[in-house]
């Protein structure tokens, strides 16, 4: 049996496919090191989204490709997004890589792995609309959160963006099997559970009928003894109805945190972009979430920089962000991806784009300072991450903070804290963008 490294790089869908390889190359009988030096073979499990990811993924097939040159790693298996996106020019600009497999071969992680050990070179590119196949996962999360993908692909067509075509097809998978796994989870000792796929909102609506399944699908896992927080990411605006509200609004495990990707606010770039809905819309839709749902925090994603955006659309996104004010912005300039409309339209230069996006964040910076400063002198549950040895102080995050893109509350407390703990803090600080506090009871 042999030594297997992983590298998972890029969204939380894609370390969910990584964690599936891992379950499925240990049930196999080899071994998942925790480091990738001493590997037989590694496999890199790559994003191909935008042109930072492709470079961090260039990055790292070419670091690992140094190891090997020393010996220190043996075989080495591109997987994923980059692979499916430039299947004949991995192997032949880069000859260290010994095989790759597509986002549709990942159940054959095993099978090629094998193949690579015997001396062969792996090409595999199953079909990327295929159903997803259901197995175990390896958690490369901490014990006491996990992410649950819910569907594979996406059927926006969203002019800029090349996930369809490397993903395929929007796929539910099976509302029993989704609970499964869930209840696994929760016996395994997570607290809390991420609901993510490309468009969390549709999941459902491939089934014969159509209907949305995602308030049903809550309403189940909110039914799970120890899942204590659920948190729901990547629900698109266009999808968003009366009864995905309800639920939000009446279910104490489902946390007031909504992921709700924008990219814009100009209505004629939303129209040229293939999105849904414009910017009254949006504004509209915003506003009916703060006042159905009391405390919610939004969390958005900003292209800047795209097709059609002038000086004048950009201030009336600037303008848009300063008055709904949402908690969380996450602001990206816009990259052409080859084989997208996008792509073939004309937009500002790159250097714009960017500079662009630095704009929003200092904005957007203001806005979670203030956001923060509110909260100073309450009282809110806080989930402990943990312990932060330059510091020498325990961490967590409440319920408006996802786990590695949103802020941090830093701990002070009379007794020790264990990870993974909700524990009870008031908020006397902000650090940095961050809260801290100390802790006036633990919860059971």
Same mark, same amino acid.
């Given at each position: ?62 670091? =690992? ?139 459902? =609506? ?239």
């Amino acid at each position: 049996m042999a030594n297997i490294g992983f590298i998972s790089l890029g969204c939380a869908k894609n370390q969910v496919d990584c964690e599936r390889m891992m379950h499925r190359v240990q049930e196999a009988g080899h071994t998942v090191k925790a480091d990738i030096v001493g590997s037989d073979v590694v496999v890199i499990n790559t994003c191909g989204f935008i042109d930072s990811a492709k470079s961090e993924a260039i990055d790292y097939i070419l670091q =690992t490709a140094a190891l090997k040159a020393e010996g220190l790693v043996g075989k080495i298996l591109v997987t994923g997004c980059l692979s499916q996106r430039y299947q004949e020019e991995i192997l032949k600009e880069m000859p260290e890589v010994d095989g790759i497999l597509g986002t549709g071969s990942f159940p054959q992680v095993v099978p090629a792995i094998e193949k690579l050990l015997s001396g062969e070179t792996v090409v595999d590119f199953g079909s990327i609309d295929a159903p997803e196949v259901e197995c175990g996962r390896v958690l490369t999360t901490p014990e006491h959160y996990a992410f649950i993908k819910i569907a594979e692909g996406c059927d926006n067509r969203c002019a800029y963006c090349i996930i369809p075509y490397l993903r395929g097809k929007y796929r539910s998978r099976h509302l029993d099997d989704v609970l499964y796994e869930a209840r696994v989870l929760a016996s395994q000792g997570v607290k809390e559970l991420i609901v993510v796929a490309q468009d969390t909102s549709r999941y459902g =609506t491939d089934f014969p009928g159509g209907k949305r399944l995602l308030p049903t699908l809550l309403r189940e896992l909110c039914k799970i003894d120890g899942l204590h927080w659920i948190r729901v990411h990547y629900v698109y605006p266009d999808e968003i109805d009366d009864e995905f509200i309800d639920v939000m609004a009446s279910e104490p495990k489902i946390v007031k945190y909504l992921d709700i990707p924008l990219q814009h606010c100009n209505s004629e770039i939303l129209t040229r972009m293939n999105r849904r809905g414009d910017g009254e819309y949006l504004r509209q839709l915003l506003q009916k979430l703060r006042d159905r749902i009391p405390g919610l925090v939004i969390r958005t994603s900003l292209i800047t920089g795209l097709p059609g955006e002038g000086e004048e659309e950009f201030q009336e996104l600037c303008d848009f962000l300063r008055e709904v004010r949402m908690e969380r912005v996450g602001a990206f300039a816009f990259s052409p991806e080859e084989g997208t409309p996008a792509a073939e339209m004309d937009y500002p230069d790159r250097s714009i784009a960017q500079h662009r996006a630095e704009v929003v964040e200092m904005l957007q910076s203001d806005i979670m300072d203030a956001y923060n400063a509110s909260l100073l002198g309450r009282t809110m549950e806080v989930l402990v991450d943990g312990y932060d040895e330059e510091r020498e102080q325990f961490f967590g995050r409440t319920y408006a903070d996802s786990p590695d893109i949103d802020g941090r509350v830093w701990l002070a407390s009379d007794e020790p804290l264990r990870e993974g703990e909700f524990v009870i803090v008031t908020m006397d600080g902000c650090i940095e963008g961050d809260l801290s506090g100390f802790v006036v009871e633990e919860e059971a």
